[in-house]
């Protein structure tokens, strides 16, 4: 049996000690509130990264190591993350991200390599 997006969450939630949003929330701001009872393997390429994306909600840790998480992503996604990053850094958190795109919020700073 394939795990459904809220499964994946619950499973991810569990693993790393929780403490954040439930599924349903987490999946809601990424806009997948409709894809919750589905198994993971039927959601679209960008719909996983979403459902991805939501476990940073769903077990928050201070420090977000990402690389290329606006890939498979459309605008309207994009929004949506850059509003979840804007929220954590507001609340202390920071974010280390290895991306050939603009993130889409103000405070940023670059290392170009």
Do not use: K, Y
């Not at 991810?12 to 000690?17: E, F, I, K, R, V």
């Not at 589905?38 to 990264?49: D, I, K, T, V």
């Amino acid at each position: 049996n394939a795990l459904t997006a809220r499964e994946n969450l619950l499973f991810w939630s569990a693993m790393l000690g929780g403490g954040g949003l439930e599924p349903e929330a987490a999946l809601g701001r990424f806009g997948l509130a409709h894809v919750a009872p589905l198994p993971f393997g039927w959601l679209s390429a960008g719909q996983r990264r979403r459902v991805s994306l939501a476990r940073l909600l769903v077990a928050p840790r201070p420090l977000w190591l990402l690389d290329e998480p606006m890939t498979a992503l459309d605008q309207a996604s994009r929004i949506r993350f850059a509003q979840a990053m804007r929220a954590h850094c507001a609340e202390g958190g920071l974010i280390v991200v290895a991306t050939h795109e603009p993130l889409g919020f103000e405070t940023t700073r670059e290392l170009a390599l």
